[in-house]
């Protein structure tokens, strides 16, 4: 069965950044819109970022400026850079591959919690 994996999450002060790390098998970059979503305590889940097969990046209103997403195929990897984070962006970050064919099955990690507080 095929997981992706999260990581590089934590407790970061207001204003501070992180970088959030995803391992992807090799093959899903063919053939996966990749995502990023996250959840905060007591919301939706909510979409951050898109990356797709062609290398398009998407980004929600939040998100525009301050977090990038991107990919290392050479490593198979997923990354989401923040930049500037505040209180608000305290959430659990997954990430998410989305095949391009219909059905479009669809593979979720487990979760890295990330925690912006003084």
């Known amino acids: 069965q095929v997981q992706l994996d999260e990581s590089g999450g934590g407790w970061v002060q207001p204003g501070g950044s992180l970088t959030l790390s995803c391992a992807v098998p090799?093959?899903?970059?063919?053939?996966?819109?990749l995502n990023w979503y996250r959840q905060a305590p007591g919301e939706q889940r909510e979409w951050v970022a898109t990356?797709?097969?062609?290398?398009?990046?998407n980004y929600r209103d939040f998100a525009e400026g301050r977090f990038t997403i991107s990919r290392d195929k050479t490593k198979s990897m997923l990354y989401l850079r923040m930049n500037n984070l505040q209180p608000e962006d305290t959430a659990v970050y997954y990430c998410n591959a989305v095949y391009i064919t219909f059905p479009n099955p669809t593979l979720w990690g487990q979760g890295t919690q990330v925690t912006v507080a003084s």
């Open positions: 090799r093959v899903i970059f063919s053939d996966y819109t």
């Open positions: 990356l797709t097969i062609g290398g398009t990046t």
